[in-house]
């Protein structure tokens, strides 16, 4: 390089200070008589914010944010992710891309006039809606009915819908059109189809038990004192619910159940009683004659039931017709029926269960007696015995967990809790406690998927519509076989006072069974949070088991009465369903890989309580 051009590169490099070929300023030359000395720059204070600043879409979506810049004249911003590639990407634009992993990111906008200001913004990245199968379902899935009786099915189906029904077993099986169902004449098990009119080869099937009406109530006919006793059955299949009157109603008596006491007024009387699911008037009739019995003796407690061995009454007895009040007290069954001394005190036997009868003989007149009847029991729930009232049943579900409310309002632990044991129900000997009632099928359940609201549960609103509108925000249709448990970060609202219940309603003209748990640690004031902790599970927080274990209840009774706003299927006497026998009794119930903190639910064929 020649002198005169390294001259000039020189030159080119001082001339962004000082001139070329000019001497360069010192510090401490003076500035020229004429010079101006530029103001100090302001101190400017700069804030940014975001909108919005809590935001929520499905894995790999795209939201719009904007940031607001104020102090200065520099509105721009620069974008960022916390959490970087793993929690999707921004643009300068602000045009954000999830990543393809659900999870909770954050998004940051800089002041570019100054980028020690910024603004967060948190995104929660859900999982894509669950996928819609291509299939076929139908509701009720299992039904009794009478022969001849009518029941309305309805079905959903992909593409248009529409689906053709036909009956499986032909014309011998009864008969369908749109949906409404005729019974046969001949009693039997047969099977209602329903295939997608847009692909015959998905389909679904009803069970429907047809039975015949009628029958006979046994006794047929007796005879009591004024003030007896009687306890009728009838020739119905045993797990039949059936539903009691007197004809002549208050006047000639009361019944409870089969259990039948007579007026004190001598006379003729009717007790009536039919199947539950018989919608006809076709009742079984005994009748009752009542004596003209002069004398005649009656206790103070009739029927007494579930109590445990062991246990005791003190009965008192009044003889009617005579002024000499002194009777004689008894045990039918003897030594084996317990004790009871000679001013009434009974005591069960202690080392077994069963009925037995205390019996108060009138002294005055031996002929005059009344008889009592206390029965014991063994085990937890005991005395219950579920029937069946002919309603829907549901064999097979589809569950899914839907969570309304603020994330920070919610145990940090639940969605995981609820996914995990919803998952591992399938093929539990817990939900195998279902199968006696079933009908003869087999339960089994699916986990379907989570949807999320982030949005505030105002104070009163309707379950059934709320759930329609989540379902229908995250683009998931309905299903017949579907279970949707609504999660709700508030206390309870309509519905009752319950800690949790379940009904069945309608979406999109489809029926669907629904759960709504309300927030336990404020319903009711808390009092329906865990009060025990039986350590089956180290990682649940208190409020998820409260709400793991209330999700088995709810679910468990969902199943064995699918619809309870209509007719009703298994249900006791004195108790609802078979979770309500069995409420506040935990165990440690083992549910795929992990064990839950749940409730038992009420065994026939144990006789009481269980969880396998």
């Not at 990111?105 to 800089?110: L, Q």
């Not at 003889?319 to 009434?344: K, L, M, N, P, Y």
């Not at 579920?386 to 309304?404: I, N, Q, T």
């Not at 995990?420 to 003869?440: K, N």
């Amino acid at each position: 390089m020649s002198s005169e051009s390294l001259r000039r590169a020189l030159c080119a490099v001082a001339a962004i200070s000082f001139a070329c070929g000019q001497s360069a300023p010192q510090p401490t030359d003076p500035p020229p008589p004429d010079a101006r000395i530029p103001p100090p720059a302001p101190s400017i204070d700069v804030s940014i914010s975001l909108s919005p600043a809590r935001a929520q879409t499905a894995t790999s979506g795209q939201l719009s944010f904007s940031a607001s810049v104020s102090g200065t004249t520099d509105t721009g911003a620069i974008w960022s992710v916390a959490e970087g590639a793993a929690g999707g990407n921004i643009d300068g634009n602000g045009l954000y891309t999830a990543p393809p992993t659900a999870g909770t990111y954050h998004v940051i906008a800089n002041a570019h006039a100054d980028p020690t200001r910024s603004a967060t913004a948190e995104v929660a990245v859900t999982a894509l809606p669950p996928t819609q199968e291509q299939v076929v379902t139908i509701s009720p899935q299992s039904l009794l009915i009478q022969t001849g009786g009518a029941a309305l099915f309805l079905a959903s189906a992909p593409g248009t819908g529409l689906v053709d029904f036909t009956v499986l077993e032909g014309a011998d099986g009864g008969s369908i059109s749109g949906g409404l169902y005729v019974a046969p004449s001949n009693p039997g098990i047969y099977h209602l189809v329903a295939a997608s009119r847009d692909d015959p080869r998905l389909t679904a099937t009803a069970t429907v038990i047809v039975r015949s009406p009628g029958g006979t109530l046994i006794p047929s006919s007796t005879t009591v004192a004024p003030g007896g006793t009687v306890q009728f059955s009838s020739s119905r299949p045993p797990d039949e619910t059936l539903s009691w009157d007197v004809v002549e109603s208050g006047a000639g008596g009361t019944i409870d159940d089969g259990f039948f006491q007579a007026p004190t007024t001598a006379g003729t009387y009717h007790v009536r009683a039919y199947p539950s699911f018989d919608r006809s008037i076709t009742r079984m009739t005994a009748e009752v004659t009542v004596r003209p019995d002069p004398v005649y003796v009656t206790v103070n407690m009739p029927h007494t039931t579930s109590v445990r061995p062991g246990w005791g009454a003190a009965y008192r007895a009044t003889v009617h017709g005579s002024s000499d009040q002194r009777v004689t007290w008894s045990i039918v069954e003897g030594a084996a029926g317990g004790t009871i001394d000679a001013d009434g005190l009974y005591s069960s036997p202690r080392d077994h269960a069963g009925a037995f009868h205390v019996v108060a003989t009138s002294v005055a007149v031996p002929s005059a007696s009344a008889t009592a009847t206390y029965e014991t029991c063994i085990g937890d729930g005991c005395g219950h015995h579920f029937r069946d009232a002919g309603g829907a049943v549901l064999p097979a579900s589809v569950l899914y967990a839907l969570f309304w409310g603020d994330p920070v309002a919610f145990p940090a632990d639940l969605k995981a809790g609820i996914e995990s044991m919803l998952r591992g129900l399938d093929g539990s000997a817990y939900l195998a406690i279902a199968d006696q009632y079933m009908r003869g099928a087999k339960t089994t359940t699916r986990f379907g998927g989570s949807l999320e609201d982030h949005s505030t549960p105002p104070d009163s609103y309707d379950v059934g519509p709320e759930i329609c509108r989540i379902l229908d925000a995250n683009g998931v249709a309905p299903r017949t076989d579907g279970q949707y448990f609504l999660y709700a970060s508030a206390g309870m609202t309509s519905g009752g006072s319950a800690c949790a219940w379940h009904m069945n309603t309608t979406c999109q003209g489809i029926p669907i069974q629904v759960s709504f748990m309300p927030n336990p640690e404020i319903t009711d004031a808390g009092a329906c949070n865990a009060p025990d902790d039986l350590h089956c599970s180290s990682s649940a927080s208190k409020t998820t088991r409260t709400w793991q274990n209330y999700t088995a209840h709810e679910l468990m009774e969902t199943i064995t009465d699918a619809h309870p706003g209509e007719q009703r299927a298994w249900t006791a006497p004195w108790i609802d369903e078979i979770g309500d026998a069995c409420a506040g009794r935990l165990s440690c119930v083992p549910l795929g890989a992990d064990t839950y903190q749940l409730q038992s639910e009420y065994s026939n064929a144990a006789g009481s309580c269980a969880t396998h």
